[in-house]
């Protein structure tokens, strides 16, 4: 259980305490969010400190003057709550198909959690209201283009905001409906946003974050998904489990190296068709088997680094300006910058890419006879049948599609606001585009889970114990190849079981979690 969960699975939001599996848990399982009490002062200081400089002559950004490049025009009293809104109106210009549901949900958990902090000046009712939304059921319409991670999420967190005043749309059933009918129905009143407040809710990297956080919690079962297949197109090709010994790997420990070599004994343990074969006179096998653990352990390594990044980002603060009640000070700085989410959700994209990289050789390996010694294309007459042969053609399209959208986004840079905004992250871009590169290697890594299933019913010996457990999944969802069909359902099939994780668990409940 984690700091911020209760014994009710009650997740109170303190800006301290969220973690990455709280993430999930209120993205895709609906967990349920309540502000905590022990926020309130902290919240309740800081809104006392911009309250008073809202009632003042001092020129404070974004409470009393224009925002960017027009940070210099002062605002009158009497004009503030319209900035706030204006600032909200102004900026909802974003484009392209809207996020999914699960990371609007995550973006308003996050959201919220940044201001629980309790250093951006706002009330605490606006919080309690992204609570709200999320307890509803209620999910912003936010396209998923025109940020570029400068100044935060922008573009996309202003048509979040567009929700609490009762302007935008939120999603329902796919479309957008007016958010004003959807508040109307669920009883909620929309809010007239404060002095500061509009600013509050658009500063921050909360999208990319959200992004961040759920591809973290999808690739850590990718990664499992991945060494299963490995383990499995090991045995369809009679490959040596000898290179997974615990003294190869001391003597270059990195630590995701040597867990994957621990995993992959694990998986393989009492497998007859590898026994079968220690005594073959092939000398040794292909990069793609022999170094499993030395690639994906790299992948790991990768992948727990980005792990900590988000760890932080998402209990930090990356409002402009910041509120420092105690001190009595509004300090103007750059927490919204998303260049560290931006490096680490690049470098994910090209570690999630490798994975792809690597199985498309062996998905090649294991339908060429030549090198399989298996039947051509993995299928009985073959010729009259052609197998598995293009399920290898769009394994390839897929890993050059990844190649493609691997190339940083961070190392672009466009200056935007007249030039005041001079270095941008494009962070949601690299999120965005670690996101597909996901997806696509859950189809690739289907496609082997497929063919490997497919070779291991040519051999007579029996499966390792985490390799039978990930066969008897697929041959309940998927038959044998014996004629051709139409692969693309098979391929969805698999593909949803490693989404949903069904493989992962079965693998785990027969030898134990992996690590």
């Given amino acids: 259980m984690s700091a911020a969960k209760d014994t009710d699975g009650v997740i109170t939001l303190d800006g301290r305490s969220l973690t990455i599996d709280d993430v999930a848990a209120v993205a895709t399982n609906g967990a349920r969010v309540v502000l905590a009490d022990g926020a309130r002062p902290g919240i309740a200081a800081s809104r006392a400190l911009i309250e008073r400089i809202a009632a003042g002559d001092e020129p404070v950004y974004g409470v009393n003057t224009g925002v960017g490049e027009l940070a210099n025009q002062i605002i009158s009293p009497a004009d503030i709550e319209t900035l706030q809104l204006n600032l909200i109106r102004s900026h909802a210009v974003g484009v392209g198909d809207p996020l999914d549901r699960s990371v609007v949900r995550a973006v308003l958990l996050l959201r919220a959690n940044a201001l629980a902090k309790g250093f951006s000046g706002v009330r605490p009712e606006l919080i309690e209201m992204l609570c709200d939304l999320l307890n509803g059921d209620i999910t912003p319409y936010i396209p998923s283009q025109g940020s570029v991670g400068a100044s935060g999420d922008l573009a996309p967190l202003a048509h979040l905001a567009l929700v609490l005043v009762g302007e935008g749309e939120c999603l329902v059933d796919g479309k957008p409906v007016a958010s004003a009918t959807i508040l109307a129905g669920a009883g909620i009143e929309p809010i007239t946003l404060a002095a500061k407040e509009g600013l509050a809710l658009i500063n921050g990297t909360q999208v990319m974050a959200a992004l961040g956080c759920l591809l973290v919690a999808q690739a850590i079962s990718l990664i499992k998904s991945a060494q299963i297949a490995g383990a499995m197109s090991l045995e369809a090709l009679r490959g040596t489990d000898k290179v997974f010994d615990e003294k190869i790997h001391a003597t270059r420990p990195h630590p995701g190296q040597v867990r994957c070599a621990a995993n992959m004994r694990r998986i393989v343990v009492g497998s007859g068709i590898i026994a ?232 785990e409940q027969r030898i134990g979690p992996l690590d």
């Fill in 276 to 507: 079968s074969h220690t005594d073959c006179t092939k000398i040794q096998d292909a990069y793609t088997l022999r170094c499993i653990p030395q690639v994906y352990g790299a992948v790991m390594d990768t992948l727990a680094y980005v792990e900590e990044v988000m760890a932080v980002e998402i209990n930090s603060a990356t409002d402009n300006p910041l509120v420092f009640a105690d001190e009595g000070e509004v300090i103007s700085c750059g927490n919204f910058h998303g260049e560290p989410l931006a490096f680490a959700t690049d470098f994910l994209g090209i570690a999630l890419a490798e994975i792809a990289n690597i199985i498309e050789r062996t998905i090649d390996r294991l339908v060429s006879p030549h090198l399989s010694g298996l039947p051509p294309f993995l299928v009985s007459k073959s010729g009259l049948n052609s197998g598995f042969m293009i399920s290898q053609y769009t394994a390839a399209a897929l890993v050059s599609e990844n190649k493609v959208l691997a190339h940083p986004a961070s190392v672009d840079s466009i200056p935007t606001s007249a030039g005041q905004e001079d270095h941008v992250s494009m962070g949601t871009i690299s999120a965005l585009h670690a996101q597909q590169i996901l997806r696509n290697v859950q189809h690739v890594i289907a496609i082997e889970l497929l063919c490997a299933a497919q070779g291991i019913d040519y051999h007579d010996a029996p499966c390792g114990e985490g390799t039978a457990a990930a066969h008897e999944v697929i041959r309940t969802h998927v038959s044998h190849l014996d004629d051709d069909r139409a692969l693309y359902r098979d391929i969805e099939t698999v593909r949803d079981l490693l989404a949903s994780g069904e493989i992962v668990s079965a693998v």
